[in-house]
């Protein structure tokens, strides 16, 4: 862009480029008529300075609203977006749901093939955990992956035992109670850390005796006048708080075949299996059991 | 106390009066050397060093964007001259790598400059640059009939190229009906609602940059032919709506 040399003034000159705009430069021993190509442009006004207590507040509220921003957004980022816990729900397709600290999930990830074909076109996120785990459970009813005395097992990784028993029995009683009357399936809850820490080989044995924590609750409840021993066992549950009806928690079906060893030491209804759940040591279930009795 | 008052007072008038501002840059010549001169770390000289030239239009840039609110003006003006001085010598160390015209060459006294083909025509740039004279100053005496300078031009012309935008398609307008600019020369007064009808470009924004309108419309007409030239973009691509 080349300008001309309009006016020469002792502090500055006026240039005029090609597209009409009139400038004022530096003079740089500049003569009126000459096309200069690189001046040095007078810069335009600079805008008029507030009063330094009105940049005083304005910059205070702008620092405290970034820090009020800074600390919703942690705790949002803490509260919902980060994940907290998971959930791997395990029927033959495994899925991990990863939660965040209200028990809504954040994230879905099949860890097996047949995971990944029950997820396909499925979007979980910012669902409720159990309201998954209802839906993944009917689409793998509708796949074929679950059919009639199957089994589900829920293995739930969290930070804390309160909320591992939270979760446990959330799942179990609200689960059972939206498969009641539809299919007869088993539901096992397990630990995850502990479960990964030792005993591969025993697995369910070891489940049985974890899940019974969320359920600790519910085996107050028993009802004394159906029993599962003997003959008439229908592998119904007799957890009021799990419905009796199809879906039969695991915690209910090992508590048949354990080793009980009562107050009383008249009875002894499962003698051959000496690695299942001492009831001895579970206070909250002796009375019950000798009750039974 | 008194002293500084009385040139806040002298900037308050050079911001109303180009006469005043060149009447003050005179004044204060010698506080703008001595800024270049701690800067260069020497005495500027006059004519030769651009430091000096770029330390004056700082100060007439601290004239213009002087308050009270920004403390003593002297004080201010030093800050712009040598944030200027500053941003001058970033830019031309960028062009450092460029060789001089006057790098020596060879063992002899030759410089650069000397041994490349010059094929400009002194003579005839010479005369170009007089015809460019005469016309810019017979433009400057037919402002003056109209109260306007070329520093007041400077000052009115549009910031915002859609302003910029605006005023082209005016005068597009104006030189296709020759008849407005005629009008212009005789009457001696913008035909600004003919403008703004014709145009379409609105008659506040005209009413705002008037003596830019002026100052252009003036070019339009015959006797400028060189100006004209040289500004090749103004109607370049312009259509009126």
């Known amino acids: 862009m080349s300008y001309m040399v309009m006016e020469c003034h002792p502090g500055y000159v006026i240039l005029l480029d090609e597209a009409g705009r009139f400038f004022k430069a530096a003079n740089l021993q500049y003569e009126v008529g000459q096309t200069v190509y690189d001046p040095i442009l007078m810069k335009d006004k600079a805008k008029e300075q507030r009063h330094p207590a009105v940049k005083w507040i304005c910059s205070g509220t702008a620092a405290i609203a970034a820090c009020f921003l800074l600390f919703f957004g942690f705790s949002y980022y803490r509260d919902y977006i980060q994940p907290y816990s998971s959930i791997y729900l395990t029927i033959n397709p495994e899925v991990q749901m990863n939660l965040n600290r209200q028990g809504t999930v954040v994230e879905l990830v099949g860890t097996n093939d047949d995971g990944k074909r029950l997820l396909d076109g499925y979007d979980g996120k910012g669902k409720d955990k159990i309201t998954v785990a209802d839906e993944l459970i009917d689409r793998a009813i509708e796949m074929g992956f679950l059919s009639e005395g199957g089994q589900i097992s829920f293995s739930i990784d969290s930070p804390d035992d309160v909320l591992f028993q939270e979760y446990g029995v959330e799942l179990r009683t609200k689960v059972a109670e939206y498969l009641d009357g539809r299919i007869t399936i088993t539901l096992e809850i397990f630990d995850y850390q502990n479960s990964q820490a030792g005993n591969e080989q025993d697995t369910s044995a070891a489940s049985s005796a974890q899940s019974t924590q969320p359920n600790a609750d519910a085996s107050n409840t028993t009802d004394y006048d159906d029993t599962d021993y003997g003959s008439d066992n229908n592998n119904v549950s007799s957890n009021p708080k799990a419905p009796s009806g199809n879906a039969t928690s695991r915690i209910e079906a090992s508590a048949n075949n354990s080793t009980t060893d009562y107050h009383d030491g008249d009875t002894d209804y499962a003698p051959q299996d000496e690695e299942d759940t001492n009831y001895e040591e579970d206070d909250d279930d002796d009375d019950e059991q000798n009750d039974d009795d | ?241």
């Open chain 2, 1 to 241: 106390m008194s002293d500084e008052h009385k040139i806040i007072q002298q900037v308050y008038r050079a911001k109303e009066n180009i006469q005043e501002a060149d009447w003050l840059i005179g004044t204060y010549m010698p506080f703008i050397k001595a800024e270049t001169a701690k800067y260069l770390k020497r005495p500027p000289i006059e004519g030769h060093d651009d430091e000096l030239s770029i330390a004056m239009i700082a100060f007439h840039e601290a004239i213009n964007g002087y308050s009270r609110a920004r403390g003593a003006f002297l004080k201010y003006a030093s800050m712009l001259i040598r944030s200027r001085l500053i941003d001058y010598s970033r830019k031309e160390r960028r062009h450092s790598h460029v060789i001089s015209l006057d790098a020596p060459v060879g063992e002899e006294d030759t410089v650069f400059g000397e041994i490349l083909a010059d094929e400009k025509d002194f003579h005839e740039e010479a005369a170009s640059r007089d015809a460019t004279r005469a016309e810019i100053e017979e433009l400057t005496q037919q402002m003056k009939v109209f109260d306007v300078s070329l520093s007041d031009v400077a000052d009115n012309c549009p910031k915002q190229q859609r302003t910029l935008a605006a005023c082209r398609r005016a005068l597009q307008y104006a030189s296709e009906n020759t008849e407005l600019l005629e009008e212009l020369l005789r009457t001696k007064r913008l035909p600004i609602g003919r403008l703004s009808a014709g145009s379409g470009v609105e008659r506040k924004t005209l009413e705002r940059h008037r003596k830019y309108m002026i100052a252009l419309m003036l070019i339009y007409t015959n006797g400028f032919e060189i100006i004209r030239g040289h500004l090749k973009q103004v109607l370049k691509g312009v259509a009126i709506r």
